[in-house]
């Protein structure tokens, strides 16, 4: 692991105050979805969405929905952070850039299109399970690109997810997992809050 890696891990803090003059362009924004989609998901399946809520119009439509946070409007852009229901048929078109790359045999694909439906297909609360962990792991390494690119970041679970989920139109296989605002850190921000020892956290069997 670089230094810069270990670096934005230990440097990150959760945001409270964001400048609210700060704005990130769309490219900016763009960017830091193309690198939260390179965390891990079940089978790649990627079964997550990121909806960018960045206009004055739509940040006032999701505070009146999230406990009236003024997190929401002050940063330059919130994240619904969304998770979607595993498909098994989608698997065939997931793995397709590895085929055509040359690393993944094509004979392969059935096989996990099998594993895949085994798994989910019917299985409503594992389904559900596996929409929040990827979408979890996704919005973990969206933070952490933030970070690196010198941007506060806030994750939130203060919200009506029925009226997120009606007001952003999400499918019906959707999740609101979180909303991650990201923007300019204020410096009147406390720093982040003492961790728990190692030995209080860790078993070695």
Not at 60 to 69: E, V
Not at 81 to 99: E, H, I, N, T
Not at 134 to 151: H, I, M
Not at 166 to 184: I, M, N, Q, T, Y
């Amino acid at each position: 692991m670089s230094e810069a890696v270990i670096h934005a891990i230990e440097a990150q803090r959760t945001t409270n105050l964001f400048d609210p003059t700060h704005r990130l362009q769309d490219a900016e924004i763009a960017e830091l979805v193309r690198l939260a989609t390179l965390a891990p998901s079940s089978f790649n399946l990627q079964n997550w969405r990121f909806i960018a809520v960045r206009t004055p119009d739509a940040q006032a439509r999701l505070r009146k929905i999230s406990w009236d946070q003024a997190k929401i409007t002050d940063a330059a852009v919130t994240f619904i952070v969304v998770g979607k229901m595993p498909d098994f048929q989608s698997l065939a078109d997931r793995l397709a850039p590895a085929v055509s790359a040359g690393f993944f045999p094509a004979d392969m694909v059935p096989g996990w299109q099998g594993a895949a439906k085994s798994l989910y297909d019917g299985q409503p609360q594992r389904s559900r399970d596996e929409a929040v962990r990827t979408a979890t792991f996704g919005a973990a390494t969206l933070t952490q690109a933030a970070q690196a690119k010198g941007w506060g970041t806030a994750p939130m679970i203060g919200f009506d997810a029925e009226a997120v989920a009606r007001e952003f139109s999400l499918r019906a296989d959707e999740v609101p997992v979180l909303l991650l605002a990201v923007g300019k850190a204020l410096p009147t921000n406390w720093p982040r809050k003492p961790r728990q020892a190692v030995d209080q956290v860790l078993d070695l069997v």
